[in-house]
C-alpha cells in the first residue's frame, strides 16, 4: 500500500479535476483507518501539491452549505512528475 499522499497525488493521474470531498470518497475503501483521510487534512495535501507544483486548481464553486469547494487537477508536468516517481 502506497503512503496516503502519495494515493493523493495518484488519484489525480486518474481524474481529470477533483475537490478535497472527492478524493476522500474515492480513496475511503482502501485508506478509510488512516486519521489523515478527512477533507481538512486532503486539502492541505492539495494545496502543498499546488505549490510544489504538481497540482492546480481548475475551477470554485459554492457547495449547499455555503462553503467554497476548490477543485484541482494534475497539469501534463505535474502528470508527468507524480507517474515518473509514483509507480502504480
Known amino acids: ?3 496516503l499522499n502519495y494515493a493523493i497525488l495518484k488519484h ?3 481524474v481529470e479535476e ?3 470531498s472527492h ?3 474515492a480513496l475511503k475503501d482502501k485508506y478509510g483507518d488512516f486519521k489523515a ?3 481538512k487534512e486532503v486539502l492541505t495535501a492539495l494545496m502543498t501539491a499546488e505549490a510544489n507544483g504538481l ?3 481548475s475551477r470554485y ?3 449547499g452549505s455555503g462553503d467554497v469547494v476548490i477543485y484541482y487537477r494534475a497539469h501534463q508536468e505535474g502528470l508527468e512528475a507524480i507517474n515518473k516517481y ?3
Do not use: H, R, Y
Request: net charge negative.
Open 61 to 63: 464553486e459554492l457547495s
Open 1 to 3: 500500500m502506497k503512503p
Open 86 to 88: 509514483i509507480k502504480d
Open 37 to 39: 483521510l478527512n477533507e
Open 55 to 57: 497540482l492546480e486548481e
Open 23 to 25: 478524493v476522500v470518497e
Open 12 to 14: 489525480f493521474t486518474k
Open 18 to 20: 477533483a475537490s478535497a
